[in-house]
């Protein structure tokens, strides 16, 4: 067998170092014995919110915030290998809760390589988990359907007796009843492999029906403000999964900032092509450069659920069932998507990120 130094056994088809270090879902930075960042991957790029140009050069205890002393002391005063679980960091006044790792360089004294990985991310759920857990909902979503259909019926007769702008709202009725037919239907097939077709469609489009969904059935006044990069592509997803996650997210949002005196909820979108996010979805990576976040300055999430608000039956509301963000979870991941939560506590912002693909355009 030929050793793994032997050049001959090398094949240039294979990916080297740099490309398996660029492909990695966790960030990566290589630190001179200075702790000055030389180096970093597009992962760390993300996690840090920053670009590697900015990056570069600086000093990565400056570049991840106040860490907690021991932390800290340890990455400044020696080169030796450390392991923090679950320590915070601020990046881009974003508050983030990770897993910390410093590997020494034996062959370079001083020279230390950093991953960092972030906790409580929908990514590191089971899936097989969430499918059993949400059985039981899936099973109850059957008899939700009997009432439905009375509902949408009664829509249907009172639309033939209104007039103007009355029989707008009837049509949403109807409209909304049958989308929500379609969730139930999502919803008993949740604790299967099933995922709906994805297609190209218009992000915004979604979002503003996502809006007047939420503003109509709210009887609070809360104001949602729309930033738009107009220039945004199709995104590729599937139209009602997408509508839903927003409704879900902005429903939240609103809530949140119900008691608040100005509460505001900001929805914006963007094309991240720079910090694309990649992630392994059926065994083939999947670059993720549609951005769409959901702001609101509310309290906040408490501290001590941030790590598990995408798990199934978790609540922070009285009245919650826990299964808001655990259908959102799983709506945005079977459209090959991603999604995040943040919380930057000096700005008071709580903010989710939904990141998707971009449908790609047909050639004739």
């Given at each position: 067998m030929a050793e793994l130094s032997d050049l001959s056994s090398f094949d240039p088809a294979r990916p080297g170092a740099a490309e398996q270090i660029a492909g990695l879902l966790f960030a990566v930075v290589l630190v001179d014995p200075n702790l000055q960042v030389v180096e970093l991957n597009q992962a760390a790029e993300i996690m840090l919110g920053k670009s590697a140009k900015q990056l570069v050069g600086k000093n990565m205890l400056h570049v991840m915030g106040p860490l907690d002393p021991r932390v800290e002391h340890r990455l400044g005063t020696s080169d030796a290998a450390l392991v923090a679980r679950e320590i915070s960091i601020t990046t881009g006044e974003a508050e983030r809760r990770i897993n910390l790792t410093a590997s020494p360089l034996v062959s370079h004294p001083g020279w230390r390589v950093i991953t960092l990985s972030e906790i409580g991310h929908e990514e590191s759920g089971n899936d097989d988990q969430l499918a059993s857990t949400m059985g039981a909902p899936s099973i109850l979503a059957h008899e939700i359907k009997n009432p439905l259909a009375a509902i949408r019926g009664a829509a249907q007769l009172a639309s033939r007796k209104l007039t103007g702008a009355d029989t707008k709202l009837a049509a949403m009725?109807?409209?909304?009843?049958?989308?929500?037919?379609?969730?139930?239907?999502r919803m008993q097939q949740l604790g299967a492999r099933n995922t709906e077709v994805a297609e190209a469609c218009n992000p915004h489009e979604a979002i503003r029906s996502a809006i007047a969904t939420v503003r109509a059935a709210g009887t609070c006044k809360v104001e949602i403000i729309e930033e738009f990069d107009p220039s945004l592509p199709p995104v590729l997803a599937n139209r009602d999964a997408l509508e839903q996650v927003l409704i879900n997210l902005i429903s939240n949002?609103?809530?949140?900032?119900?008691s608040a005196g100005q509460g505001q909820v900001t929805v914006r979108t963007r094309f991240v092509s720079g910090l694309a996010f990649s992630?392994?979805?059926?065994?083939?990576?999947?670059?993720?450069?549609?951005e769409i976040t959901i702001s609101d300055n509310g309290p906040g999430v408490d501290p001590a659920m941030r790590d598990h608000i995408f798990e199934p039956f978790v609540s922070s509301k009285q009245s919650g069932q826990g299964l808001g963000l655990a259908l959102v979870r799983k709506l945005v991941?079977?459209?090959n998507g991603s999604i995040s939560h943040e919380r930057n506590a000096k700005k008071g912002l709580t903010r989710f990120r939904?990141?998707?693909p971009m449908a790609i355009a047909k050639t004739r």
């Open positions: 009725i109807t409209d909304e009843v049958d989308r929500i037919v379609r969730l139930i239907d949002a609103r809530d949140a900032v119900r992630a392994i979805r059926l065994g083939r990576a999947v670059r993720l450069p549609i991941h079977d459209m939904v990141h998707l």
